[in-house]
């Protein structure tokens, strides 16, 4: 009996069980963490597989086409005739400018009958989300009665010279036209320096005269090229689809506005993949339409990684060096007490309270003088007076700095003393002994902090809502 309380008494003060309940916890909460990710990419990725076209018949002989989205149970449905409740079914219409809304609820007891025809089309549009029925092809307004005119594979070779004449007028407006109009501002802005610079010397009345001559052969290009546009986009409006819906009406759709067309029905599996791989790549490549609500995150995840990366770049130096200081250099006193009590108070503040400094300091002081000193010209419209990228990085790498600080400085004091006396008694300088022994043994706590830094960076909204929004 004693032998088994010594045994018990060992056992507890060992603290073998804590470590296996302590391992026990991190394992649950990774394969948590692991669930949540699962269903995320379940729920989120599965959005963009094509998904199959219904074609319902209803007890009011009203026809709908749509896709079946989610099914559920009818509050308060139970009855001795259906003992496991009613269901009713969300349909995705489509065709938002027509009916009103995308989606609409059937009741399974409404449903006559459910087919998949072949025909059934799914048309990307560039406003008013996708629209759901049966296609036909039109020029100039007429529906196209040849033989050739309602083959699937003219329409989609319609489609993608559609998309080819859109690429073009897209390039002609941002690249060409945008080149001249940034040009002309130029040219304008460097007419208004010499203004603001007072009366005109003959040497600069010559260069305001180039410049006034500059600019009206960019006018006249840029009329041009205008007339180019014009044109192209009177081309992509000569050809049409006409989209029969589910009530019988026909629509009309200029290909200039039609992205995409499929027929979700009569793909085999490898066309849904490489649909599905196309409709992925279009998410995170393109740029977001109708109010965020269509269209791709391109913009998002290039603005957030540039903003990281020059958040990083800000930040990291600094935080080291101050770390470095504070713990390996600064004598310790109440005076670097007080300093790592600021610092860790800082680490607390709400990020809303950078975001206004960011604003107040950034945007408006330090932004506003280099417009008055740099860019007068300018005035009244900002050049860096204004929320931008730079000011929402230099922000979120004051929001930050504290945690690389402090993890910096717990990395350092996790290195043990013999190291650096170690090093010292073999004759090498402090700073030799802190480059080549102390840092990179506290490196795994420097990179700690630095992910703690871009994790947080990432996911804060307040600073950029005040400092970096902008189109």
């Not at 302590?22 to 394969?31: E, I, M, N, R």
């Not at 417009?371 to 230099?394: K, R, V």
Request: proline share 5%.
């Amino acid at each position: 009996m004693v032998e088994r309380s010594t045994r018990m008494k060992d056992f507890w003060r060992g603290g073998e069980l804590f470590v296996w309940m302590t391992a026990s916890g991190v394992a649950l909460s990774l394969l948590m963490v692991a669930g949540m990710l699962a269903l995320i990419m379940i729920n989120g990725l599965g959005q963009f597989w094509p998904g199959a076209l219904q074609e319902t018949t209803l007890t009011t002989r009203e026809t709908v086409i749509g896709q079946v989205v989610g099914e559920e149970v009818i509050p308060n449905s139970i009855s001795p005739d259906s003992p496991s409740g009613q269901r009713r079914f969300r349909y995705r219409v489509g065709n938002r400018d027509v009916f009103g809304a995308e989606y609409r609820w059937i009741n399974e007891a409404e449903i006559v009958s459910s087919t998949r025809p072949d025909d059934l089309v799914v048309i990307q549009r560039r406003e008013w989300g996708p629209a759901f029925g049966r296609v036909t092809v039109g020029v100039e307004g007429n529906a196209a009665d040849d033989e050739h005119g309602n083959t699937w594979s003219t329409v989609v070779t319609l489609v993608e010279r559609a998309n080819q004449l859109r690429r073009r007028i897209e390039h002609l407006e941002r690249e060409e036209i945008g080149a001249i109009n940034y040009r002309i501002e130029k040219a304008r802005l460097a007419r208004q320096a010499l203004a603001l610079s007072g009366p005109l010397a003959p040497g600069d009345a010559e260069k305001d005269r180039r410049l006034l001559d500059q600019m009206t052969a960019l006018e006249r290009d840029y009329l041009a090229k205008t007339e180019a546009l014009e044109r192209l986009h009177q081309e992509a409006g000569l050809e049409v689809l006409f989209l029969t819906l589910s009530n019988g009406r026909s629509v009309r759709l200029s290909l200039d506005q039609v992205l995409d067309v499929s027929r979700p029905n009569a793909m085999h599996w490898f066309d849904k993949l490489l649909a599905y791989v196309h409709n992925l790549w279009q998410f995170v490549s393109s740029e977001p339409r109708e109010a965020n609500t269509e269209g791709g995150i391109f913009p998002a995840i290039f603005g957030t990684v540039l903003m990281v990366f020059l958040m990083t770049l800000a930040v990291m130096p600094f935080g080291v060096m101050a770390a470095v200081y504070l713990r390996e250099y600064a004598k310790q006193g109440p005076l670097v007490r007080l300093v790592r009590i600021a610092v860790n108070n800082l680490a607390g503040v709400p990020s809303i309270v950078f975001g206004v400094f960011g604003l107040a300091f950034f945007v408006y002081a330090l932004g506003g003088t280099i417009d008055q000193w740099l860019f007068p010209e300018a005035l009244p419209n900002p050049t860096f007076g204004t929320g931008g990228i730079l000011w929402a990085s230099l922000t979120l790498s004051l929001l930050t700095v504290p945690v690389v600080i402090v993890a910096t400085e717990e990395g350092l004091s996790a290195v043990p003393r013999d190291f650096r006396e170690g090093s010292l008694g073999l004759g090498a300088t402090k700073f030799e002994t802190l480059r080549h022994v102390i840092l990179p043994c506290a490196l795994p706590g420097i990179l700690t902090g630095l992910i703690l830094a871009m994790a947080r960076a990432a996911g804060e909204v307040a600073p950029l809502m005040l400092t970096g929004v902008v189109k």
